[in-house]
């Protein structure tokens, strides 16, 4: 079965220091990838996406996130915390195929929280 | 329109009762989602649209639950004699393409008294 998985339900970080959101995927062919962040009582907001091409990408508000296909992993990152990060954050994967199979696949949510 | 709109953006109904939530997607749109978020957790899939292809109703929780998407555009989300485990924010999203990212609406908070 195809899935997404994000093991840590929280992540608490220090203003400053670097954050590592992880998200781990389980699909048959090249994924694309997503993430996406959601603020206190706001929607959903696109950060970033893999298609193709170089595994590094950068997205919003400083974040990047790294594809590994090896380890089928895109974790997200930022070299810097700021307390305004603080929010859920979800991975999602979409498969490369034609027809009806091609819903987004979600991960549950990590919980960042960046203490002042 | 610019973005995803959903409406009404809340809704309170007594239990038993029909509700109706709708979806605007962006236009020229093909894909739709609608997911079911309680507070504070993850997204819950309910059903997807592609194309003309038949809709994926998988997670829709039961057969009081439907949904149609007229015209390849806009989409409604129909709960049948609500009751009260049915409350929680109805979230749509639409993307363009299968490398596109999906653009969400503010939701519907349907909360069921």
Redesign the interface.
Known sequence: AQSVAQPEDQVNVAEGNPLTVKCTYSVSGNP?L?W?VQYPNR????LL?Y?TGDNLVKGSYGFEAEFNKSQTSFHLKKPSALVSDSA?Y?C?V???KT??????I????T?LAVNP | GAGVSQSPSNKVTEKGKDVELRCDPISGHTALYWYRQSLGQGLEFLIYFQGNSAPDKSGLPSDRFSAERTGGSVSTLTIQRTQQEDSAVYLCASSADPGAEAFFGQGTRLTVV
């Open positions: 694309y997503f996406y929607g959903l907001q696109f996406k298609i859920l979800f999602a979409r498969v490369r027809g009806n199979n091609r819903k987004l979600w991960g549950l949510g919980s």
